[in-house]
């Protein structure tokens, strides 16, 4: 075997390996997680519950099994929308729901979203009309509370209109 054949073999494997691991890095739970949060019960979408007619509407999906990331990203969307959001969640100009993409119950909202993953939405209803925006750029801020709380607060006051 030359050395152009054992070298393209070599990067074969390393991307293979490293695939997997970036494939599985959510398939197992966070035992070790940094972030002292506590078990938060999960809420379920029911089709009884009220859809907005105007609003913002938060919606962090996660799958059963979550990896640190996951777990951390919830903590910050959860903290942001309860120490920033009260008044608009009193209202009900702004409704917040964490929920399991695995969970049967969840069909309707995992559908209307098009969720798969542990994935943040923002839905902004104007006259009863969705427009959905999945935020993407929340995984870039990973272990970045600032970065974490400035970026989820920001999105939600742009879609609250402030």
């Known amino acids: 075997m030359n050395l152009l054949t054992k070298a393209t073999l070599c990067s074969l494997i390393l991307i293979l390996i490293l695939s997997c691991g970036i494939l ?72 917040f729901k964490v929920l399991n993409v695995q969970d049967e119950a969840n069909a309707a909202m995992i559908e209307k979203y098009g969720a798969y993953g542990s994935s943040l939405f923002i839905n902004e209803v104007i006259d009863g009309i969705d427009h959905i925006e999945h935020v993407t750029d929340i995984w870039f801020v990973v272990g970045d509370d600032e970065g974490c709380f400035s970026l989820v607060k920001g999105e939600i006051e742009e879609h609250l209109g402030e």
């Open 24 to 95: 599985c890095a959510c398939s197992g739970s966070a035992k070790d997680e940094p972030i002292d949060t506590q078990e938060t019960p999960t809420p379920t979408y029911t089709p009884e519950t009220p859809t907005l007619q105007n609003g913002v509407e938060v919606v962090y999906f996660h799958r059963a099994q979550r990896c640190s990331n996951c777990r951390y990203l919830e903590y910050c969307v959860t903290s942001t929308v309860n120490t920033y959001f009260q008044d608009e969640l009193a209202s009900g100009e702004l409704v």
